[in-house]
T-cell receptor
Framework: QKEVEQDPGPLSVPEGAIVSLNCTYSNSAFQYFMWYRQYSRKGPELLMYTYSSGNKEDGRFTAQVDKSSKYISLFIRDSQPSDSATYLCAIPPDSGAGSYQLTFGKGTKLSVIP | SQTIHQWPATLVQPVGSPLSLECTVEGTSNPNLYWYRQAAGRGLQLLFYSVGIGQISSEVPQNLSASRPQDRQFILSSKKLLLSDSGFYLC?????????????FGPGTRLTVL
């Protein structure tokens, strides 16, 4: 079983819509998660960093973790064309095993149509 | 503030030719450095990481190699490129060994092997 699964989409929504992006993970020991945003032909940029207890809000973005179902979500309110990008969830390295590897989902490509 | 540079931005190389991609980080000391490859539909794959000058760890076997001749310089090389080496190569850094989770990516190099 892969450590993190993400629906690749693509997802197309009209401007102003609420967007829900989701990942599932397998290891219940993870305590925090990350969302990266990657514009076309650019490197990923860290968007949000959230611990496994509850929600974190940053402007129009909300990250949510459901530990019982091992589900992480990113919500975008009032979506804008500038939000069009690929969104990748990431789980931290297994430091106990001496790993330095972030594990990324494959990314969901989002298009916000004006 | 810290910045990360990669060059070249794009590269087209014939099969069997050598490769050298360079990454430098400014504004920090003793960063952890990483090379990732992002192939279409396959997500981000960690290739190498380094916790210090001359210290390189490989995550996957391949015909690529990495070197860290200076604290803030990371080089990805190959003696003979394969078609399967095509992809988007990303360099990343994290502040130190305690922060391997928060990784910051460079702009990437798009490599096409023909």
């Amino acid at each position: 079983q892969k450590e993190v699964e993400q629906d690749p989409g693509p997802l197309s929504v009209p401007e102003g819509a609420i967007v829900s992006l989701n990942c599932t993970y397998s290891n219940s020991a993870f305590q925090y998660f990350m969302w990266y945003r990657q514009y076309s032909r650019k490197g990923p940029e860290l968007l949000m960093y959230t611990y496994s207890s509850g929600n974190k809000e940053d402007g129009r973005f909300t990250a949510q973790v459901d530990k019982s179902s091992k589900y992480i979500s990113l919500f975008i309110r009032d979506s804008q064309p500038s939000d069009s990008a690929t969104y990748l969830c990431a789980i931290p390295p297994d430091s106990g095993a001496g790993s330095y590897q972030l594990t990324f989902g494959k990314g969901t490509k989002l298009s916000v149509i004006p | 503030s810290q910045t990360i540079h990669q060059w070249p931005a794009t590269l087209v190389q014939p099969v069997g030719s050598p490769l050298s991609l360079e990454c430098t980080v400014e504004g920090t000391s003793n960063p952890n450095l990483y090379w990732y490859r992002q192939a279409a539909g396959r997500g981000l794959q960690l290739l190498f990481y380094s916790v210090g000058i001359g210290q390189i760890s490989s995550e996957v076997p391949q015909n690529l190699s990495a070197s860290r001749p200076q604290d803030r310089q990371f080089i990805l090389s190959s003696k003979k490129l394969l078609l399967s080496d095509s992809g988007f190569y990303l360099c990343a850094w994290s502040p130190d060994s305690r922060s391997t989770d928060t990784q910051y990516f460079g702009p990437g190099t798009r490599l096409t092997v023909l």
